[in-house]
């Protein structure tokens, strides 16, 4: 039983490769563990059977299997087979020219509409376009509340009418006061249910005519696998959508959500929830997305994760050292201090080609703990040694570790992996990682 599509994937191109030159037989064999990883990943069974089809079609071409290199070639059939399977990529808002544009978010009830909302917000006050969040989920008790917490959390208005029980009519009403307010944007945060049900479907529509939104979305849980499918299925059915949200991508999605819920809705999705921070929403990208899936990392991601966290002066000040070789365990230090954050070591690490099955290693509390065993090793050096740890001899490693409080061979293994790490970082500075990331979209 493979835990994701993407582990089920790489143990069919793992069983390709080493195969030396492929035969359409066991090429066939590989297509197999291919098309069972995406079912049991929880890909519907129409979306297999078509996505396979194209992926066969391509896979036992004359060019896969002459090539030297066929796994490889598989992997890039299915990279951008899944690439269009994704797309198009729109993460437009299409906001109007003239008056507020009206963004309605729908989904059953703990998808993440409430949090997805700020995050809409936020990501628009990072544009200074003025949004109204109007608290229409009139079902789950609480989830006013949420909305009014948020928005106080973004210094966004919220419009809400405890006392009014008719969705429809606080939905008019707040678009009414958004317009008078001079928001360029309303966001409607609409009832969900555990279960779809007739009740439900019959709210939405009535809000979809009456206050006639320019943007209906759907928000999906990417954690809930077939059952994400099936009410995406009943979603599009009752309302028009315009795209969909996919939450929780952050956790062990299994993946195949996606893929199924794009196909079953034709929808472009939109945008992708990697957190439960406000800041946690990305424009989605097909490729991306397909390298995730695949386990070639998403390089583009873990940049801007690094360009958040570093502030513009410090990046050109490392980038610089970098470029110039003079990176040394002292610059090393403060980047580890700046990502030790919980999380986000992992996070990035996650996002890294490769690097994917470090990333719950690193998010433990031991790896926490590895953090500062490194900064404390660091510490313990001089100047000189930071600068250059090839000086530091078996007695000052020995001495290093005791002034940390660690095993020596946490000292040594540090200075190994700084002497790997430092020509790639050279070799990643000034518009480097920029140029990677080029590569891997193409
Ligand atoms: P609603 O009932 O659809 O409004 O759902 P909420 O917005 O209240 O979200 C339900 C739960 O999911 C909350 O605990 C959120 O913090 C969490 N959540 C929402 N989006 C994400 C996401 O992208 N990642 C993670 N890890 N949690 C999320």
Request: hydrophobic share 40%; charged share 25%.
């Amino acid at each position: 039983m493979f835990d994701s599509l993407s582990e089920g994937l790489q143990s069919a191109f793992k069983s390709l490769r080493g195969k030396g030159k492929l035969t359409e037989g066991n090429m066939r064999d590989g297509l197999e563990i291919v098309r069972k990883s995406l079912l049991e990943a929880d890909v519907s069974y129409p979306v297999v059977q078509d996505f396979m089809g194209h992926v066969t079609e391509r896979a036992l071409g004359k060019r896969v299997l002459l090539s030297l290199r066929p796994h490889e070639e598989l992997v890039s059939i299915v990279h951008s087979e899944l690439v269009s399977l994704l797309g198009p990529v729109d993460s437009s808002l299409h906001l109007r020219k003239e008056g507020p544009t009206i963004i309605m978010l729908c989904g059953l009830q703990g998808s993440g509409k409430t949090t997805t909302c700020g995050k809409l917000a936020q990501l628009l006050k990072e544009e200074n376009i003025k949004a109204t969040l109007v608290a229409a989920d009139l079902q789950r008790p609480a989830a006013i509340e949420q909305l009014h917490v948020i928005g106080r959390q973004l210094d966004v208005p919220v419009y809400s009418e405890p006392q009014n029980k008719n969705p429809v009519e606080v939905c008019q009403n707040g678009v009414a006061k958004a317009k008078a307010d001079g928001a360029r944007v309303v966001i409607l945060d609409t009832a969900g249910r555990l279960a779809i049900d007739e009740e439900l479907m019959a709210e939405l529509s009535r809000i979809d005519k009456k206050v006639a939104p320019d943007q209906v979305y759907l928000v999906v849980d990417g954690m809930t696998g077939q059952d994400a499918v099936n009410s995406a299925d009943a979603f599009n059915k009752s309302l028009e959508l315009d795209g969909v949200i996919m939450t929780k991508l952050d956790g062990d999605a299994r993946g195949g959500a996606l893929l199924s819920v794009k196909h079953v809705t034709g929808v472009p999705i939109k945008f992708m929830g990697t957190g439960e921070h406000m800041d946690a929403l990305e424009p989605f990208r097909p490729e991306g997305m397909a390298g995730r899936i695949l386990q070639m990392g998403d390089i583009v991601a873990a940049a801007r994760e690094a360009h958040r966290i570093v502030d513009e002066k410090e990046r050109e000040e490392l980038e610089a050292k970098m470029a110039a070789g003079d990176f040394t365990l002292d610059d090393f230090k403060k980047m580890m201090e700046k990502v030790a954050k919980p999380g986000l070591m992992g996070k990035m690490m996650g996002l890294m080609p490769g690097m994917g099955q470090f990333k719950e290693a690193l998010e433990s509390e031991e790896a926490a703990g590895g953090i500062k065993q490194t900064i404390g090793a660091i510490n313990s050096m001089t100047m000189a040694e930071r600068r250059n740890p090839k000086i530091i001899d078996a007695t000052r490693r020995t001495r290093i570790a005791n002034g940390a409080g660690v095993q020596t061979p946490v000292v040594s293994q540090l200075i190994k992996q700084f002497e790997i790490m430092k020509p790639i970082m050279q070799g990643m500075a000034g518009g480097g990682v920029a140029d990677r990331a080029r590569m891997m979209q193409q």
